[in-house]
């Protein structure tokens, strides 16, 4: 009887050893499921706010588009006595018009046609850094597309914001707050 296993004494806690080694017991899931619920808690409102801040972006990229192309529109009309392009904001809407230029045209964009969940009250503010540059509408001059003033304008929904800045010399374009 050489190659015979020893055996563990039999104990009245064995059976116990060898049921636990089994499974997970209810504890241990309430435990993980409380854990788990915790986290999405945690994380759940975070991906909404992403997805806001990723419609807002994309309005913000679409309103610095129309900026780029009024100041283009601009510069193509060809003489200081064309009409000037210009871009015309409402409190949830804007509009760009240069059609009264040679292949001019005009667009408005409404808070509703971005498609995002957005609060369209006060959805555009505009602030020009000259006290007397007219906010709700910016023109853009012959020969460079140039504009009065420097211009921010927030684009918000909720408590997301984004901004881009209108530069008043170089009337470059910018994704970002005035500096």
Sequence with gaps: MKNEVPRLPSAPHAPALRRRQRGVT????????IIASVLAAIAVPNFGGAEEQL??????SRLASDLRIMRQDAMRCGN???????V?????SWEINSKDC?????VSRECEDFGGDFDCNNFVEVEAVEEDADESKIEFEYPYGEVDSE???T???GDEEVSIC???????VKSDECS
């Design 26 to 33: 209810l504890v241990e899931i309430v435990l993980i499921l």
């Design 55 to 60: 419609d807002l972006e994309e309005v913000q």
């Design 80 to 86: 200081p006595d064309n009409h000037r392009p210009y």
């Design 88 to 92: 015309e904001f409402k409190d949830n």
């Design 102 to 106: 040679p292949g001019g045209r005009s």
């Design 151 to 153: 211009y921010e304008i």
């Design 155 to 157: 684009i918000s929904s």
């Design 166 to 172: 209108l530069d008043g010399d170089s009337s470059a």
